[in-house]
């Protein structure tokens, strides 16, 4: 069964460089395209991008300036960089995997736990 | 970027049916339709269903999908307790390729 296990600093002050790392165990890498989504306290989920293991990126419009999606597919990792952030980034993340049939895009079936990040002074 | 609209918030009774709807634009509801996800309090999204009715392994039958135009739905039979929880539709915007979620409605059953 397909687990994605992310980790990175929780807690960051305004300006910094957020970076989190999830990774896939117990399944195939290719063949997918795999998400960063997001979620503010109390509020609604919010895609900021995806990549597939050949490191085709797809990104959030609104997020892309600062966003920077990369993989590993040795270690079948991929990462999310997202730069200056302010108290507005503060949000719980999320990896998830998209499950594709050929290149339509299906749904998200599997996710992470989730990672709190904090921007504060 | 165009966005899924869901009722913010819907209430129906133990056992009884409840429909969630979501309503898009043809690039995106209208083409591929919407995936549904279950997200309890404190917890991951869970995905119900793709595609617009194709469930997932070990997804109740309780619960089933479709689309009608630029409208898709998820309809919940037989509530359960822990049927209570935030339902979000998603979409595959194919002419920019994003994915837009719903703003999401909070499920009560009373």
């Known amino acids: 069964q397909v687990q994605l296990q992310q980790w990175g600093a929780g807690l960051l002050k305004p300006s910094e460089t957020l970076s989190l790392t999830c990774a896939v165990y117990?399944?195939?890498?290719?063949?997918?395209?795999w998400s960063w989504i997001r979620q503010p306290p109390g509020k609604g989920l919010e895609w900021i991008g995806e990549?597939?293991?050949?490191?085709?990126?797809n990104y959030n419009p609104s997020l892309k300036s600062r966003v920077t999606i990369s993989v590993d597919t040795s270690k079948n990792q991929f990462s999310l960089k997202l730069s200056s952030v302010t108290a507005a980034d503060t949000a719980v993340y999320y990896c998830a995997r998209t499950r594709m049939f050929v290149w339509l895009h299906e749904g998200m079936d599997v996710w992470g736990k989730g990672t709190t990040v904090t921007v504060s002074s | 970027q165009a966005g899924l609209t869901q009722p913010p918030s819907v209430s129906k009774g133990l056992r009884q049916t409840a429909t969630l709807t979501c309503t898009g634009n043809s690039n995106i509801v209208g083409n591929q339709g919407a995936a549904w996800l279950q997200q309890h309090q404190g917890h991951p999204p869970k995905l119900l269903s793709y595609?617009?009715?194709n469930r997932p392994s070990g997804i109740s039958e309780r619960f089933s999908a479709s689309r009608s135009g630029n409208t898709a739905s998820l309809t919940i039979t037989g509530l359960q307790p822990e049927d209570e929880a935030d339902y979000y539709c998603?979409?595959?915007?194919?002419?920019?390729?994003?994915?837009?979620f719903g703003g999401g409605t909070k499920l009560t059953v009373l």
């Open positions: 998603s979409a595959w915007d194919s002419s920019l390729s994003v994915w837009v």
């Open positions: 117990g399944g195939s890498f290719s063949g997918y395209y």
């Open positions: 595609r617009n009715n």
């Open positions: 990549i597939n293991h050949s490191g085709s990126t």
